[in-house]
């Protein structure tokens, strides 16, 4: 929840966040980037199952927290976990060296589409998710 007079402390213990209108909208303007940028990197990409990747499993307020708030890495190191983890590793013959090349080539794929590098690992383990199939909590 956000409360735009906190001159007095009187919610300190509630979940009150304090910010100015101006910080308010920065993060809004951010978020409303972040969700475009989802929007057109997944508008011509189709679901692992069949269909159009549809916008309300990507684009939600809480994908965008996580594209937000994921770095590479971590994305990296969770999408390696999963590969390996998932069933569909063995139909997919997934050796390490498929791995890799799978992440790079989908981060190759990212970067191309001209989403900065900061989403890009929200975004990794979500085409993972819905478009490679992997069993990624997203």
């Known amino acids: 929840m956000i409360s735009w007079n ?3 402390d009187v919610f300190e213990d509630d979940d009150f966040e304090c910010i100015s209108r101006d910080q308010y909208e920065t993060n809004r303007n951010i978020r409303d980037f972040v969700r475009s940028r989802i929007e057109k990197f997944f508008e011509d990409k189709t679901m692992h199952c069949g269909g159009k990747v549809p916008n309300y499993m990507v684009a939600s307020q ?6 937000l708030s994921t770095n590479i890495l971590d994305a990296v190191d969770l999408a390696y976990g999963s590969m390996r983890e ?8 997934m ?10 080539d989908v981060l190759a794929l990212i970067g191309r589409s001209g989403t900065p590098q900061q989403y890009a690992g929200g975004i ?7 478009v490679k199939g992997f069993n990624i909590d997203v």
């Open 6 to 8: 906190c001159d007095n």
């Open 62 to 67: 809480k994908k965008i927290s996580m594209v």
């Open 86 to 93: 998932d069933n569909n590793a063995s139909a997919f013959h």
């Open 95 to 104: 050796e390490t060296s498929n791995d890799v090349k799978l992440v790079n």
């Open 124 to 130: 990794l383990l979500m085409y993972l998710k819905f």
